[in-house]
């Protein structure tokens, strides 16, 4: 039987609070209803102008069990808060999640 699921975005974070407040500042209030299977995230319907795609935006906290459908993982954004953005924890993310990761958000940290 094959699965019926959207593209996936992994958000993690150091807890599912975290995870989950990052999503909703992405998505808005919409709730849209796609029809696929979803996992635990929710629907973010990207719209250009050449094409219109949904996505379902999943939080996980840092040790939790992956989602299941991880053949459709199309992103994977990794939140560090100033308590968790020390560089040992900083790169044990990054290399926990391999060559996939694209985006790192951090909150209040500064570039040097």
Same mark, same amino acid.
């Given at each position: 039987?094959?699965?019926?699921? %959207?593209? $996936?975005?992994?958000? !993690? ?6 995870? !989950? ?6 998505? *808005? ?32 906290? *840092? ?9 459709? $993982? ?25 060559? *996939?990761?694209?985006?790192? %958000? ?7």
């Amino acid at each position: 039987m094959s699965e019926n699921y %959207l593209p $996936l975005i992994l958000v !993690s974070a150091v807890d599912l609070a975290n995870a !989950s407040k990052i999503i909703s500042e992405i998505i *808005d209030n919409e709730v849209i209803d796609s029809g696929r299977n979803l996992r635990k995230g929710r629907v973010w319907r990207l719209i250009n102008k050449y094409y219109r795609v949904d996505v379902e935006v999943c939080p996980i906290a *840092d040790g939790e069990a992956a989602p299941p459908g991880m053949e459709y $993982l199309e992103a994977h954004v990794i939140y560090i808060t100033e308590q968790t953005a020390a560089a040992e924890v900083a790169a044990a993310e990054a290399r926990r999640a391999a060559g *996939d990761v694209r985006l790192v %958000l951090t909150r209040g940290a500064h570039a040097s």
